[in-house]
C-alpha cells in the first residue's frame, strides 16, 4: 500500500490485544511517547515533498512555527503537547496528498478556537483561501451532534453541508481531525467515547464514504466499533486472531498462485491479500446473522493492473483458475458507485473449499477508491489541474448538491433527517437497470419503476401511471432487479403521485420530490392554515400577532428556517413541517431585542423570582386552583397538554393570565425561546391526604388501532364499567385500515388514567396508546 497506510489486521490486532494505538496503520505506545514536535514536523515534510511538485514548503512551515507558539503551554488529555494533534492532522491530510493550502490549514485549524490568534491574523499572514478553510473547519468545530436533540442536529448538518458545498477541503480537514481524535480517543472518559464513537459511526464515516475516502472511512469505522462496542470488538479480534497463522498461510497461498497466473498470462500487476476490517465484517455478521466462520468474503486479494482491458483479462485468468461463487459477481467499473468507486469484485472458492473475494482495479482507480476526492488535489496548482479538480469535485459530489436542494425547501427537521440517513446508508446496495435508450440508471436495493421515474425527471415521476420491464407490464410496486429495462409510462391526464407512494418507494430522492408536489400541491390551503395555527396560538400565549409580524422580524426567521418568502413559512405551519410555536417565539425573541421594557414585565418578574424561592405547590380546592405562598396570582391547567396529578409539571408565567401548569414533556414548553424559559418555575402536585383527592381533571389520548367493526363499542364499554365521564372523541381511518382515535374524558389523577390506558390495550387490535403532549 502507498505510504504504508494499509491498516491491516495484525497491527489492530497488537494494538487491541496491548491496548496500544493505531497510527499510520501501526501500533504504537501512548501519545505521550511519541517523538517531539520538532520529529512529527520533519516528518511531515518529508511526506510532502515525496509527491508535491513544488519544493517550497514555506508556507507549511510557517503555519508550524505560528501554530507551535499559540499552542505553547496547551496539553491534550494524553499529556502530551497540544501542537501533536494538529501536525498529525497535517500528516494524515499529506497522505491523502492534499495541497498546500489545505495542511497549512489543517495545522492552524484549532488556533482561532483555542488561542488568541484571530481569523484576520491568519488572512493577514496566509491569505484568503487558508483563512476561508480554517474558518470553516473552527465552526464545525463549535457543531454539536446530541442524538437527542433533532433540531439542533439536523441544523448542524445543515451548516456543515452548507460549508462543504463552499469548499470540499473543510469536510476533508475535519475527517483527518475527527482521525486522529479517535486513535487518542483511550484518554477520554467511556461515555465520552462511546459518544465520540456513535457521532463517527453516524456522520463521519458516512461521509468519508460519500467522498470516497476509504483510507479515512474504514480506519473510522474499525475506531468507532472498538468505542461504541468494547465487548464485540475483542471477541472479534480474538476469533480473527485465534487462526492467524492458518489464515496468513491461506492468504499467501492465493496471492503467489494468482501472481503466477498472471505472469504466465503476460498481465502486468500487483498482487497482494488481507483479511477485511472488523467493521465490515461486523457488518456482515449482523446482517447475515453468521459467525465468523460464515462469512463469505472474509478474505480479499487485490489485483491492480494497468488498464481497464487488464482487469477483464484478470478477471478470465482468475474465473479459469478458481469456480466463482453464482450471483456474486459485480462489475463496478461499466456501472461505478455514486462515489466513483471502480472496480470488478468476484467470490471464488479455493481448492481447500475456502470462499475469498477478488477486486481488480487499475492503479488510477485504486487511487481514486483510497483516497477519493482528495486524488486529484495535487494538481491543483495548474490551470489544467484546477479544471481537472473541479470535474473530478462535480461527479463526485452530486449528492450534495441534492442535499441542498432539499434544504431549500425542506424545513421538517424529522423528515429531513430521514432522508439524510436514507442517503448516507453506507450498505445499502445498489441495483442496475436500463432506459429504453440503454443508458445505466443506479438505484437502493429495492427500488420501484416509481423510483426509477423520478430518477429520469420529477415530471416524469409525477405524470407516471404505469410501467414495462423488459417489455411487460408490471405492477407499480415491482422490485427492480439488476439489468432489468424499464420504461415509464406517462400521461398528462395523471392526478398525480398518491400517498401511497410514499410506502412504495425506497429512494430518498423519490420519497422528497413526492413530499414536494403534495406540499405545492395543497400550497394555499396550507396557507391559510398556517395563518390559522399561527394566530390561535399567539391568543393562548397573550401576544398581539401584530406586533410581531414586522417586515425585519420576519425576515430574519426566514432565513433562520431558510426559505424564501413568508407565505412558505405559513405553508410549512400548515401541513407540519413547521411548529407554529417554533415560529411565534422566534419572533417574540426578535421583538423583545427591540422592546425589552415591554416585554420585562416588573410586576410578573417579581412574582417569577418570588416563586422561584421554593418550588410551587398546585393543588385542588374548593375556591378553585392556588399556589402555595402566591395567594394573588391566578393559575389554571393548560388545554394544550392538559396534566393530571401524578404527572411531572412545570409553571409557566404567563403576562396578564397568572400561571399556567404544563406536563414537563409538552411540545409547546420543549419549544420555548430562552426569553421565555426565564418565566418556567419548578412545580409539583400537592398530594392530599386521602390519596388522589377529588378533582375532576380533563385528560386525552391518542389510540392506534387495525380497524374493525365494534371497535368504538368495546372502547366504549370499558369507559362505562370504569365509570368514566368521555368529553370528547375523533376518529380517523387510514387507507392502510389503521384506525387512530382521539378521546377526552375525565379522570381524577395520574393512576387512574393508567389503569384506563391499561384496561383499552387489552381490546383486540390495539396497538399502541399514547398521551397527547400539546
Not at 76 to 85: Q, V
Request: hydrophobic share 40%; proline share 3%; glycine share 6%.
Amino acid at each position: 500500500m502507498a505510504d504504508g497506510w494499509d491498516i491491516s489486521q495484525e497491527p489492530l490486532i497488537e494494538a487491541s490485544n496491548k491496548k496500544l494505538d493505531i497510527v499510520d496503520g501501526h501500533a504504537v505506545k501512548a501519545p505521550a511517547d511519541y517523538q517531539n514536535p520538532d520529529e512529527l514536523y520533519n516528518s511531515l515534510i518529508t511526506r510532502i515533498q515525496k509527491y508535491h511538485p513544488s519544493a517550497d514548503i514555506s508556507m507549511v512551515e510557517k503555519a508550524y512555527c505560528i501554530a507551535k507558539n499559540a499552542h505553547e503551554g496547551q496539553k491534550r488529555k494524553s499529556g502530551e503537547a497540544y501542537i501533536i494533534h494538529p501536525l498529525w492532522v497535517g500528516i494524515i491530510l499529506a497522505q491523502l496528498e492534499m495541497d498546500k493550502e489545505t495542511i497549512t490549514a489543517g495545522i492552524l485549524h484549532d488556533v482561532v478556537e483555542d488561542t488568541v490568534m484571530t481569523y484576520d491574523e491568519i488572512k493577514e499572514e496566509f491569505g484568503d483561501e487558508v483563512a476561508l478553510l480554517v474558518d470553516g473547519v473552527t465552526k464545525l468545530g463549535q457543531l454539536s451532534y446530541s442524538a437527542d436533540k433533532l433540531d439542533v442536529q439536523a441544523e448542524n448538518l445543515r451548516k456543515m453541508f452548507l460549508a462543504m458545498a463552499k469548499d470540499i477541503r473543510v469536510i476533508i480537514i475535519k475527517l483527518a481531525d475527527r482521525l486522529h481524535n479517535m486513535r487518542t480517543l483511550q484518554y477520554m472518559r467511556p461515555e465520552k467515547q462511546k459518544e465520540k464513537a456513535k457521532e463517527t459511526m453516524d456522520i463521519y464515516a458516512p461521509i468519508a464514504q460519500r467522498l470516497g475516502i476509504s483510507k479515512i472511512k474504514t480506519e473510522l469505522d474499525d475506531l468507532a466499533l472498538k468505542y461504541s462496542q468494547p465487548e464485540v470488538f475483542y471477541d472479534l479480534v480474538k476469533q480473527i486472531n485465534a487462526r492467524k497463522t492458518e489464515r496468513e498461510e491461506f492468504v499467501q497461498q492465493i496471492v503467489d498462485e494468482v501472481s503466477a497466473h498472471m505472469e504466465n498470462a503476460n498481465i502486468e500487476a500487483e498482487v497482494n491479500g488481507r483479511v477485511k476490517h472488523f467493521f465490515s465484517i461486523y457488518k456482515k455478521m449482523v446482517n447475515q446473522d453468521k459467525t465468523v466462520d460464515q462469512i463469505y468474503d472474509l478474505f480479499a486479494v487485490r489485483i491492480i493492473v494497468d488498464s481497464v482491458k487488464d482487469c477483464y483479462a484478470a478477471l478470465g485468468v482468475i474465473h479459469e483458475m478458481y469456480t466463482p461463487v453464482p450471483g456474486r459477481f459485480k462489475d463496478y467499473i461499466a456501472m461505478p458507485k455514486a462515489n466513483m468507486y471502480q472496480s470488478l469484485h468476484t467470490t471464488l472458492m479455493s481448492s481447500v473449499g475456502q470462499p475469498f473475494e477478488i477486486q481488480i482495479r487499475t492503479k488510477e482507480m485504486h487511487k481514486t477508491a483510497e483516497y477519493g476526492i482528495a486524488a486529484h488535489w495535487k494538481y491543483k496548482e495548474s490551470n489544467d489541474g484546477k479544471k481537472s479538480v473541479e470535474a473530478k469535485e462535480e461527479e463526485k459530489l452530486s449528492w450534495l448538491r441534492q442535499i441542498l436542494e432539499w434544504q431549500k425547501d425542506m424545513s421538517d427537521n424529522r423528515e429531513f433527517m430521514n432522508l439524510l440517513k436514507g442517503d448516507l446508508d453506507l450498505f445499502a446496495e445498489d441495483v442496475y437497470c436500463f432506459t429504453p435508450n440503454g443508458d445505466v440508471k443506479n438505484l437502493p436495493n429495492g427500488s420501484t419503476p416509481i423510483d426509477f421515474a423520478y430518477a429520469i425527471h420529477t415530471a416524469v415521476g409525477n405524470k407516471m401511471v404505469g410501467a414495462r420491464v423488459n417489455g411487460k407490464l408490471v405492477n407499480i410496486d415491482y422490485k427492480i432487479q439488476n439489468g432489468d429495462r424499464i420504461e415509464i409510462l406517462t400521461s398528462q391526464n395523471s392526478k398525480g403521485p398518491s400517498r401511497d407512494w410514499l410506502n412504495i418507494v425506497k429512494s430518498t430522492q423519490a420519497k422528497n420530490k413526492i413530499n414536494q408536489w403534495f406540499k405545492k400541491e395543497f400550497r394555499e390551503e396550507n396557507i391559510v392554515r398556517g395563518k390559522e395555527m399561527m394566530l390561535a396560538y399567539s391568543k393562548a400565549k397573550g401576544f398581539v400577532l401584530a406586533d410581531l409580524l414586522k417586515p425585519k422580524y420576519m425576515q430574519i426567521v426566514q432565513e433562520k428556517y431558510g426559505f424564501r418568502d413568508w407565505d412558505s413559512i405559513l405553508a410549512a405551519v400548515g401541513h407540519g413541517g413547521l411548529k407554529e410555536g417554533q415560529v411565534i417565539n422566534r419572533l417574540v425573541e426578535e421583538y423583545g431585542k427591540d422592546h425589552k421594557k415591554e416585554i420585562t414585565d416588573e410586576i410578573v418578574m417579581e412574582k417569577i423570582a418570588e416563586a422561584s424561592k421554593n418550588k410551587v405547590h398546585i393543588a385542588k380546592s374548593k375556591s378553585g386552583i392556588v399556589v402555595k405562598g402566591i395567594d394573588d396570582m391566578a393559575v389554571r391547567f393548560s388545554r394544550c397538554c392538559n396534566p393530571v396529578p401524578g404527572d411531572e409539571i412545570v409553571g409557566f408565567i404567563t403576562r396578564g393570565r397568572g400561571m399556567s401548569i404544563h406536563r414537563t414533556d409538552c411540545v409547546n414548553m420543549i419549544h420555548l425561546s430562552e426569553p421565555e424559559r426565564a418565566r418556567l418555575i419548578p412545580a409539583e402536585w400537592e398530594k392530599p391526604a386521602d390519596g388522589e383527592g377529588n378533582g375532576s381533571y380533563l385528560a386525552e389520548i391518542k389510540m392506534y388501532a387495525n380497524d374493525r367493526q365494534g371497535l368504538l363499542m368495546d372502547m366504549s364499554k370499558v369507559l362505562t364499567e370504569m365509570n368514566i365521564d368521555v368529553k370528547s372523541m375523533n376518529v380517523r381511518t387510514s387507507k392502510q385500515g389503521t384506525a387512530t382515535i382521539e378521546a377526552g374524558f375525565v379522570v381524577h389523577g395520574r393512576e387512574e388514567l393508567a389503569k384506563v390506558i391499561e384496561k383499552l390495550r387489552q381490546l383486540q387490535g390495539v396497538l399502541d396508546i399514547e398521551r397527547a403532549v400539546g
